[in-house]
């Protein structure tokens, strides 16, 4: 007989279990909560796209969208070959589809598909959900990871809706505990501007080509502005007297540039300006930034965002200007987690203890009781010694545990004892409700 097989998640996934998934409830609603406030609204969005509209937005020179896209063809599933008519019915003929490595594309996509160009004032979205790169895995990098982005789309690219964005991702970062960041901000100019600076970076380059390595050269060519990213000690010294594109900018960006860190003044925004900032993605134009934090090695990127104007246009929507940011939880969580800044979250609050059938009984009707209330509490389905069940609670970590026999039934007053320190009261059930309800207020 063969050996049946153990199946294991995939390498770069992985399961979020209990009780880290309440500390990423915790961290997503804390995004909610501040982002509905500066009145951005969710948008749920498909995680599978035509190939297209990724390498459009991104860019085909991109590692992203060059190397690190799951892409499939849907008429080439060998296990349903009887799908293939269905495919062509429903799915653009000879288009591939490719998991999101990213949702800004999607975004502006759906922007365009439900002319939300016509709603009024900018459109303000926020969306949270997994994304998908074929990544090296390693600490902190993941094939399926999850982003938390907030994109701003509208007529105007005024430096305040800069300003403000980076204000509420500041804030978030705060409310969450992730205060030892850094952010960089930079201006990476326009179309006006950054052309003429983009070849003369690359006429710079090629002066010091046999200097640098393989991915360094290749990129002159291709994409000069993506060996300013290059983390290789022995390219540092040649990289740091390159040209700088803040010396290249033109009138507009410039302005646009100084009134950003003005704004950010304002709102007493720690920054750094960082020039060599330039993004992996294509769609950049004018405002990068990127949020780093402590504790997680090379992958300490927690987010990264930019403005994108021209991006709804080269997606055949009507001129739009755009920027936004995404989050990247996975990072953010560990950081949070390995800087002990992570809240004790929820938990059980009570365990009932019942013994004969009378408890049993009772112990139904409270246990609906209490969980209406709020309170999150267990009670087990068979009978248990209470001090096996004691045993029991106090693993489960409760921080209380009703002692519920025949006895208190009859009495109509219930034991609760407090697991940390032991001690016992007695309570009515009115009096049990009122109290733990004010408990649970209090360690809410
Ligand atoms: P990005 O810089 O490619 O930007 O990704 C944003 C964040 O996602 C990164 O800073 C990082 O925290 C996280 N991230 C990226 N790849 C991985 C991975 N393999 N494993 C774990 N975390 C990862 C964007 O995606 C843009 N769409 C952001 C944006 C929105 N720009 C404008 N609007």
């Given at each position: 007989m063969t050996e049946r097989k153990q199946f294991r998640a995939i390498k770069g996934t992985r399961d979020i279990l209990p009780p880290d998934s309440s500390l990423w409830n915790w961290f997503e609603q804390g995004a909610r909560d501040v982002f509905e406030s500066y009145n951005y609204r969710e948008i749920r969005l498909p995680i599978f796209e035509e190939t297209e509209l990724f390498s459009r937005s991104v860019g085909l020179e991109t590692e992203v969208v060059s190397k690190e896209m799951y892409t499939f063809n849907p008429d080439e599933n060998p296990f349903t070959p009887q799908y293939g008519k269905l495919e062509h019915e429903l799915f653009v003929a000879g288009a591939t589809y490719s998991?999101?490595?990213?949702a800004t594309a999607s975004v502006c996509r759906a922007y365009i598909e439900h002319g939300?160009?016509?709603?009024?004032?900018n459109v303000k979205l926020y969306y949270m959900g997994p994304m998908f790169r074929r990544e090296r895995p390693q600490k902190g990098r993941y094939r399926q990871f999850y982003q938390i982005g907030a994109e701003v789309l509208g007529q105007s690219d005024a430096p305040a809706i800069d300003a403000e964005l980076i204000e509420m991702l500041m804030v978030f970062f705060a409310r969450v505990g992730l205060t030892k960041t850094t952010l960089y901000v930079n201006s990476i100019g326009d179309k006006n501007c950054r052309p003429a600076y983009v070849e003369r970076l690359r006429e710079e380059l090629r002066k010091v080509k046999d200097q640098l390595r393989d991915d360094s050269q290749r990129r002159i060519?291709?994409?000069?502005?993506?060996?300013?990213?290059?983390?290789?000690p022995e390219e540092q010294p040649i990289i740091e007297k390159l040209p700088r594109i803040a010396e290249h900018l033109c009138d507009a960006c410039r302005e646009h540039f100084a009134k950003l860190k003005d704004e950010l003044k304002l709102r007493r925004i720690g920054y750094e300006e960082n020039?060599?900032?330039?993004?992996?993605?294509?769609?950049?134009?004018r405002t990068t930034f990127e949020v780093i934090a402590e504790g997680?090695?090379?992958?300490?990127?927690v987010c990264g965002g930019g403005r994108y104007d021209g991006l709804v246009k080269l997606l055949s929507g009507p001129p739009t200007k755009g920027i936004g940011f995404a989050i990247g939880s996975d990072r953010s969580i560990l950081s949070i987690q390995e800087g002990g800044a992570a809240p004790k979250l929820g938990g059980l609050s009570v365990f009932i203890a019942w013994m004969g059938e009378a408890a049993y009984l009772g112990g139904v009707g409270i246990a609906r009781k209490l969980r209406a209330a709020g309170l999150s509490v267990e009670l087990p389905p068979e009978e248990m010694k209470f001090k096996k069940a004691l045993g029991l609670a106090d693993k489960l970590g409760a921080r209380y545990a009703l002692i519920l026999g025949e006895d208190e039934i009859t009495a109509g007053k219930f034991t609760l004892k407090n697991?940390?320190?032991g001690a016992q009261r007695k309570y009515s059930e009115g009096q049990l409700l009122e109290y733990l309800e004010s408990e649970r207020r209090g360690s809410g």
């Open positions: 998991l999101r490595p990213e939300m160009h016509t709603l009024p004032g060519e291709t994409n000069p502005l993506r060996v300013l990213d290059s983390k290789l020039w060599r900032l330039v993004r992996g993605l294509d769609y950049y134009t997680l090695g090379s992958q300490n990127a697991m940390a320190d």
